[in-house]
């Protein structure tokens, strides 16, 4: 039966495979190969990265406990797959105050959170004295507080309005606080497709150029890539290969986040024809290349579960991913383009999905540092109840305690 099923399996895909499990690097052109796995194929693909992701980091799967606070929605930037932006005069526009934020920081550390992953629109009377004052503000109250902050697009905004040099500019986030930056605004690492997507964003080449900038200063970032809308296998193939080369050149990523487009509430599904989305399959594909590709360059494949839900992040860990990344808390901007998976996932539940995978569930920091390893479910801690508001029981689709995934 088994000689049957691997009868099925291109002998090229075969020989990629089995090249990769003798720890040979995976070449662009054979990911692109990869990445329209179909079949016996797809299958082959799944075990070897799951073998792979079993000898490099082992049976743990991985969790950190945070809140997202994205402190305002006003952007003028216009991202055609953007359904979280808002013009200031609309009528749910919000720029929080400092008050606001702090107490969505003292509710996600009555929950538990070691970090706060902070992110907000691009707002036009907001500059760098803004950036670096938020981040004063919540160190000085809550300084255990991790703080991964501003993704690469407000890095630059910031960056342009402050007139220091780049390397300056993020030293100076760093000495007030911020402790790793999101690796988003990536989308696809590829002009052509950016133009597209978002011609008024930071070019591929700003990207890098930040990310490396944070590197050698030792601030470590995650790495990104969003697909299922107009771009094709090669465009995610060179997006990984860039990945790469910059992570053989720094070692400043801590992890690779696969994020699915979410199309059902932006201009670029309902007005430009995008995809609906990826499918099951290349999610699959996606976190299985990616654990190959990334082997011994990048240790952490994060599932995104806000875009595939709990059931296909399951699967995922099946596929070379080892991470089920974060309990937002408070999720907007997936939400906002139409997610349909719920703004949190308590740790219990983390812990739960986990174990039902025959794996076992360890509460990590930001940068993977193991903060609790949950061998014995019946030494379990009693779930955090407090601090909880209204937004926090919202929008989960099994009606249980929220959190969910960076």
């Not at 359904?83 to 969505?104: E, I, N, P």
């Not at 509430?265 to 976190?287: C, H, K, Q, W």
């Not at 920091?365 to 779930?383: E, G, I, M, V």
């Amino acid at each position: 039966m088994f000689q049957a099923m691997m009868k099925t399996v291109d002998s090229e895909v075969a020989r990629t495979l089995e090249a990769c499990l003798e720890g040979q690097e995976l070449s662009e052109a054979n990911a692109e190969r990869l990445l329209a796995a179909e079949g016996g194929d797809l299958h082959a693909l799944m075990w070897a990265a799951d073998t792979v992701r079993r000898e490099d980091v082992g049976d743990d799967v991985t969790y950190v406990v945070c809140r997202n606070v994205n402190f305002t929605n006003i952007c003028y930037v216009g991202c055609s797959f953007c359904g979280f932006a808002r013009h200031k005069h609309q009528s749910d526009a919000y720029d929080h105050d400092m008050t606001t934020v702090l107490d969505k920081c003292a509710e996600a550390i009555d929950r538990g959170a070691t970090e706060i992953c902070m992110q907000g629109g691009i707002h036009p009377q907001k500059n760098h004295e803004d950036y670096r004052r938020v981040v004063l503000a919540i160190k000085e109250r809550f300084p255990d507080l991790h703080l991964h902050a501003f993704s690469p697009e407000e890095i630059d905004w910031g960056h342009r309005k402050s007139g220091m040099e780049l390397s300056d500019y993020l030293q100076w986030l760093m000495d007030a606080g911020v402790g790793s930056l999101p690796g988003t605004a990536a989308e696809i690492l590829d002009d052509e497709i950016r133009n597209i997507l978002s011609p008024r964003k930071i070019k591929t080449q700003r990207w890098v150029e930040i990310i490396r900038a944070a590197h050698r200063l030792g601030l470590p970032t995650t790495s990104t890539l969003m697909y299922g809308h107009i771009e094709q296998p090669r465009h995610v193939a060179a997006h990984l290969g860039l990945i790469r080369e910059i992570q053989k050149e720094t070692g400043g990523f801590t992890e690779f986040v696969p994020l699915g487009y979410i199309h059902e509430m932006n201009d670029l599904y309902n007005v430009l024809g995008s995809r609906p989305g990826s499918t099951a399959f290349e999610d699959l594909r996606l976190i299985a290349v990616s654990r190959l590709f990334m082997r011994s360059h990048i240790q952490n494949i994060q599932v995104s579960w806000v875009k595939m839900g709990h059931k296909l992040g399951q699967i995922a860990l099946s596929a070379g991913a080892n991470d089920f990344g974060g309990t937002l808390m408070e999720e907007s901007i997936s939400r906002e383009s139409g997610s349909q998976f719920g703004e949190n996932t308590s740790p219990e539940d983390f812990r739960r999905l986990i174990r039902e995978m025959g794996r076992t569930p360890v509460e990590r920091s930001t940068l993977y540092r193991p903060l609790r390893r949950f061998d014995d479910p019946a030494l379990d801690p009693a779930p955090a109840a407090s601090g909880q508001d209204a937004s926090l029981d919202q929008g989960s689709p099994e009606g249980s305690p929220l959190s969910v995934a960076l």
